[in-house]
Nanobody, 121 residues
Framework: QVQLVESGGGLVQAGGSMSVSCVVSGSIIGIGVMAWHRQAPGKQRELVAAITSDGNANYADSVKGRFTISRDNAKKTVYLQMNSLKPEDTAVYFC???????????????WGQGTQVTVSS
């Protein structure tokens, strides 16, 4: 069974930094694009950043210059380093990955359970 498990998150003051990570486990052949999304209370889930298997990254305009997405393919892990945090960054952060599953030999979309990031003003 394929699982994505996030760690990190918590409470930080505005202007501070925080990192979250997400590791993929299970019987897989490969991982394609990995991404971080977030959902604030009362709002729709939005894409924060995405990174391809060869390291090309894209960011939402709201986080450009402040957040950095990276991945370690050997560790099957994606990271999100968040700097200069603002109260409006408060949300549940979800990781997401397109995974080639060994059992089915199909590319399937998987999500983590989410981790809360709260930025106090």
């Amino acid at each position: 069974q394929v699982q994505l498990v996030e760690s990190g998150g918590g409470l930080v003051q505005a202007g501070g930094s925080m990192s979250v990570s997400c590791v993929v486990s299970g019987s897989i052949i490969g991982i394609g694009v990995m991404a971080w999304h977030r959902q604030a209370p009362g709002k729709q889930r939005e894409l924060v950043a995405a990174i391809t298997s060869d390291g090309n990254a894209n960011y939402a305009d709201s986080v450009k210059g402040r957040f950095t997405i990276s991945r370690d393919n050997a560790k099957k892990t994606v990271y999100l380093q968040m700097n200069s945090l603002k109260p409006e960054d408060t949300a549940v952060y979800f990781c997401n990955a397109l995974i080639l599953v060994r059992d089915t030999y199909r590319r399937e979309d998987y999500w983590g359970q989410g981790t809360q990031v709260t930025v106090s003003s």
